[in-house]
């Protein structure tokens, strides 16, 4: 890499030397392939790689509860055992091979669920993720999946089955005649501790998925500049060696939007280089005639785009002041520009930019076309090429528009409106068909309506909010399984003390608040460490996020909300049982 950037600094001052116009102060920039291809995707990676560690520590923090409630239900089964001469290692053994028998049972349905949900994932991936759909469940997958549920089922297993072949309690539980005596402080601690780093790690999971959706929701209602709904859009390219002058990429393109314009369903067509929401970046720095020369590096800079006149009218935009391309706008006349309402509010602050001129641009079509001096005719409204927050959005550039039959280029992209009820894919056959009589050899590519294009550019953000969703509720539900059993036991444990506190004379209902009570400060304490860890994983969240905050409150307190409704039921159910409880019957148990 060293080597790399050498190159780099050495290359950046040979073009400034030989260009001293156009390159002064400019550098060239340079990352390894791997990270110029998913570098953008990594962290989005990395995050929902900690939503799947977080639903694990969930369901491990479950099972290690079912095993302590299962190992206190037979305390006496063990302690009857190791006085006939079991010893420990075996009745720990016996307890961790019971819990991979389960963990066994769950991967086995978890890869075939993985295995249904992959295709699933992938029709709402990015088309444009390096690789993403050549995602698999191939066997180095099942391997590194098979390992984990090894460690986890052994890290998960081993404590349970520890404390339950302790051989101090099991003498104490063999003579006890009690089944359902309290079993040890540290062990209800431990189930305790383990409900509440559920409830935690959902109240985060929750909280992620509200800031997302947020994003998404967000990102959805950001006005676009133009109306995208009924148009169709094509790529086409033009080879060099068929099309080897500007003349001959012009009469095509102009035969061939006569052509389109009377097809059945069609209204306005046009070509356009730099459309909106088609993944390209188009840049350069230009200087304003009759001002003062720019610092090198501090040209003012704007987008691109090579247009037909009826561009504005496909996609809806109005001329805000002067006027549109025309037939005298042609090669060979003086070179004309449109530019939008932001590049005259930047620009042109103050001041009236029709009639100004541009000078010093870069070569704007094929074969090296390039204008001395641009003339602004017309302003028309500032649109958004890209995505919401992407790397070009954030720059907020704004736009500048050639004309097509000034300045050819080959590669373009063929942009139709049609009638208001036609469904724009049936031309999609009929345009091919006017394109072969041009040229049979022509071939199209990335067809598409200009409403699949920016769904497209929303893709990345829809798969985080959705995975996230389902991550979230994956949490909600086991932390609600979990809390719900812990409930069951502690009820289950006090059922004499229940009979008891009934003969005294308590009340169904000082019962019903007795047992909510109890879980209420275990909800509490976890949505109480939720809410911090929410606010600082949410940190995390802040190259996904768009127009979001990431100490959002509102996200977080909606997870806690959420929960708490849940954590409410999941308590109610034991603690109705508890209210329910025949006192004589309780008082028979034990």
């Known amino acids: 890499m060293s080597m790399v950037f050498r190159a780099r600094s050495s290359a950046a001052a040979d073009l400034a030397r030989r260009f001293p116009d156009s390159n002064t102060g400019r550098q060239v920039s340079a990352k390894p392939l791997l990270e110029f291809s998913v570098g953008e995707y990594r962290q989005l990676l990395y995050l929902l790689l900690a939503a799947v560690g977080c639903v694990l520590l969930i369901a491990c923090a ?10 206190i239900a037979r305390r006496q089964e063990f302690a009857v055992r190791a006085a006939l001469g079991a010893s420990r290692w075996r009745l720990a053994r016996q307890v961790l091979l019971e819990t991979g028998i389960l963990a066994l049972l769950g991967g086995c349905c978890a890869t075939l669920i993985a295995l249904w949900s992959l295709d699933i994932i992938r029709t709402i991936s990015p088309a444009n993720t390096p690789r993403f759909q050549e995602t698999a469940i191939d066997p180095g997958v099942l391997v590194f999946t098979a390992g984990i549920g090894v460690v986890t089922t052994f890290l998960v297993g081993i404590w349970p089955a520890l404390r339950i072949s302790n051989n101090a309690s099991m003498t104490n539980d063999l003579h006890d005649d009690s089944v359902r005596g309290n079993d040890g402080a540290h062990q209800r601690r431990a189930r305790e501790i383990f409900v509440v780093m559920q409830m935690a790690l959902a109240v985060v999971l929750l909280a992620g998925a509200g800031l997302t959706l947020k994003s998404f929701w967000r990102s959805q209602q950001v006005p676009l500049g133009f109306d995208p709904r009924g148009v169709l859009t094509m790529t086409i390219a033009l080879p060099s060696s068929r099309y080897d002058s500007p003349e001959k990429i012009v009469r095509f393109y102009d035969q061939l939007l006569e052509k389109v314009k009377q097809l059945p369903g069609a209204g306005p067509a046009a070509i356009c280089n730099n459309a909106p929401f088609d993944h390209e970046e188009w840049d350069s720095s230009f200087h304003i005639t009759g001002t003062p020369p720019d610092p090198p590096g501090q040209e003012p ?15 809806g935009m109005p001329m805000l002041r002067g006027r549109n391309f025309g037939p005298e706008d042609v090669s060979g006349r003086p070179g004309t520009i449109v530019i939008d309402e932001l590049a005259a509010q930047r620009f042109f602050p103050g001041a009236d930019p029709i009639g100004r ?6 070569t704007i079509g094929d074969n090296n076309q390039k204008a001395a001096s641009l003339t ?22 704004p736009m500048m528009y050639f004309s097509a039959s000034q300045f050819a280029k080959g590669g373009q992209n063929l942009m139709v409106r049609t009638q208001a009820g036609y469904n724009p894919q049936a031309l999609v056959g009929l345009i091919k068909e006017q ?32 995975l996230l969703g389902v991550f979230g509720g994956l949490a909600l539900a086991l932390a609600s399984i ?9 009820v289950s444990q006090r059922t004499r003390e229940l009979g008891i506190r009934f003969a005294l004379g308590a009340s169904r209902g000082d019962v019903l608040r007795l047992v909510l009570g109890q879980g209420a400060v275990l909800v509490g304490l976890g949505l109480a460490a939720g809410s911090l860890g929410g606010l600082i994983a949410s940190r995390a969240l802040r190259s996904v996020l768009y127009n979001v905050t990431s100490l959002d409150s509102a996200a ?16 109610f159910l034991p603690a109705r049982r508890a209210s329910l409880v025949d006192p004589i019957e309780a008082l028979r148990m034990e």
């Open 62 to 71: 479950n099972v290690a509860n079912l095993q302590l409630a299962r190992g």
């Open 301 to 315: 800079t704007s987008e691109m785009a090579i247009v037909s006149p009826d561009y504005f009218r496909v996609l």
């Open 357 to 362: 001129q541009i000078d010093d641009p870069v």
């Open 376 to 397: 602004i005719i017309g302003i028309v409204p500032h649109t958004r090429n890209n995505a919401p927050g992407d790397k070009v959005d954030i720059r907020n550039l």
């Open 435 to 466: 394109i072969a009589t041009l040229d049979p050899e022509q071939a199209v590519s990335e067809i598409a309506t200009m409403e699949e294009n920016i769904g497209e550019s929303l893709a990345s953000r829809r798969l985080t909010m959705t």
């Open 482 to 490: 979990g809390l719900y059993g812990v409930m069951a036991l502690i």
């Open 556 to 571: 977080v307190i909606g997870a806690m909300l959420a929960l708490s409704l849940v954590a409410f039921v999941a308590c």
